[in-house]
């Protein structure tokens, strides 16, 4: 039997008071994404992320203009951000495209902290070599799991991640596709080996993407 986790995502401190004070809510989500970004209070988020981290698992997502969010700043200065949140998440999201990639080490995260690896690309589904490349450079960096959130415009490319996906038995992978065409593999590929499916608590963090709620009830 496949094993994996819904992910549910976070983008307003608003919601993670409300979840902190309510856990309840949290029903049917396995982990908790916090995307943390400069509209937020860096003290209040850590103190709600450490309350809600007794009741599920954080995964810590700093995003920059460039990959969705709203942050200006280089990746020396993001660094500084995540390490804030080292004693408190239990995952942490760097882009493989970022320079935070290219000049960080594994040494750099502690050894107990699950690294994930993400690439997006909100036009298309790059081909089956492209993507096997992107899993190699996330996995010869050390990463524990591969992300790879690609736009699907038809339904051959929903074909093309289950081929990715189930070529590449022995990698832990989270392959999921955007957009009105990808929304199913949202609940597909979690069932062929994809180990992350991500739904939003709040508003969704990604073209097409469902509700944390939704994934549940048809996947739990």
């Known amino acids: ?22 856990p309840s809510k949290l029903e049917g989500c396995d982990v908790v994404e916090l995307r943390f970004d400069e509209y937020m209070d860096l003290n209040e988020a850590k103190s709600l992320a450490r309350e809600l981290s007794q009741h ?26 995540f390490k804030e949140f080292f004693d408190i998440a239990t995952y942490a999201d760097i882009e493989l495209k970022s320079d935070l990639f290219a000049y960080q080490k ?30 190699k450079q996330g996995e010869d960096w050390g990463v524990d ?3 790879l959130a690609v736009f699907c415009n038809e339904e051959a490319d ?11 038995p022995n990698s832990s992978l989270a392959l999921m596709g955007m957009g009105p065409e990808g929304l199913e593999t949202r609940f597909t590929l979690p069932k062929l080996g994809s180990k992350f499916t991500y739904g939003f ?20």
């Open 56 to 81: 599920r698992p954080i995964l810590i997502t700093i995003r920059t203009n460039k990959e969705g969010g709203t942050w200006q700043i280089d990746d020396a200065h993001r660094f500084e951000f």
């Open 145 to 147: 799991i591969v992300k």
């Open 158 to 168: 929903r074909a093309t991640l289950e081929n990715v996906l189930t070529s590449h």
């Open 201 to 220: 608590l709040d508003k969704p963090a990604a073209p097409g993407q469902p509700s944390c709620r939704a994934l549940a009830q048809k996947l739990k």
């Open 106 to 135: 594994r040494s750099d995260f502690p050894e107990n902290m699950t690294i994930i690896s993400s690439f997006h690309n909100y036009d298309q589904c790059p081909s089956e070599s492209e993507m096997a490349q992107l899993i």
């Open 1 to 22: 039997m496949n094993s994996f986790f819904i992910v549910g995502t976070i983008s307003s401190l608003d919601t993670l008071r409300d979840l902190s004070e309510h």
